[in-house]
């Protein structure tokens, strides 16, 4: 064998080898990158199989119209779920905001049953959610309490007994929501609890605007 044929052998295995290193960088450069989309970034190409049950109970606690009940700020707060509570929260927030029976929402940091202003309590019990990126799916349930008066404590009974004192119109309301879901498709973490949030949002800010009319 020449000595330039050998050299030209040489050259080429080196320059492979040169590439290997590069092309398992380029690989596992990959792998992260799609491994933080489906964790970090809002991805739902899926399709759902969306249910809930729900009811929702009120007492306006006097004979006067509950339409002259229009609050500067009602007091919002989510409890449990962690991530979902938050999403939830701000959405609750952003789609009553304004509303002349909310008016201005103010975020309360934790669960408060009496306050000097209308509070709305969200209560989400502990969350059977299973996530993967092509199939996810959930059942959640979630309970909420209005109190026009500030007095939520009603939300402590099983079942619920709205208490009203005085001749001022007050309302008071006690939600049961159900929902459960099975989605398929290319779906990440956050994409699903927005989904959620989105949903859940929907029909509690429904009935409780659909109530008001």
Do not use: C
């Not at 080196?14 to 092309?23: D, Q, Y």
């Not at 007091?75 to 609750?92: C, F, H, M, P, Y």
């Not at 959610?129 to 959640?140: F, K, M, Y």
């Amino acid at each position: 064998m020449s000595a330039n044929h050998k050299t030209n052998e040489e050259y080429i295995s080196m320059k492979s080898k040169r590439w290997i290193p590069w092309v398992g960088i380029v690989f596992m450069t990959s792998i992260v990158i799609v491994v933080s989309a489906f964790l970090f970034a809002d991805i739902r190409l899926m399709s759902s199989r969306f249910t809930q049950n729900s009811s929702m109970a009120s007492s306006t606690g006097s004979t006067q119209s509950f339409q002259q009940i229009q609050p500067t700020k009602t007091g919002l707060v989510v409890g449990g779920g962690e991530r979902l509570a938050r999403e939830l929260q701000d959405r609750i927030a952003r789609q009553l905001e304004g509303n002349p029976l909310f008016g201005q929402i103010e975020l309360l940091p934790s669960i408060i049953d009496k306050t000097g202003y209308p509070i709305l309590v969200v209560e989400i019990a502990p969350p059977d959610i299973s996530w993967t990126p092509i199939v996810a799916q959930a059942d959640l349930k979630v309970t909420v309490s209005y109190a026009s008066d500030g007095d939520t404590s009603f939300r402590l009974t099983r079942p619920v007994e709205f208490k009203n004192t005085g001749e001022q119109p007050v309302l008071k309301r006690s939600g049961e929501y159900t929902f459960s879901d099975l989605s398929r498709g290319l779906i990440s973490s956050p994409g699903y609890i927005n989904y959620l949030a989105n949903q859940i949002t929907r029909s509690i800010v429904k009935d409780l605007t659909r109530e008001n009319e």
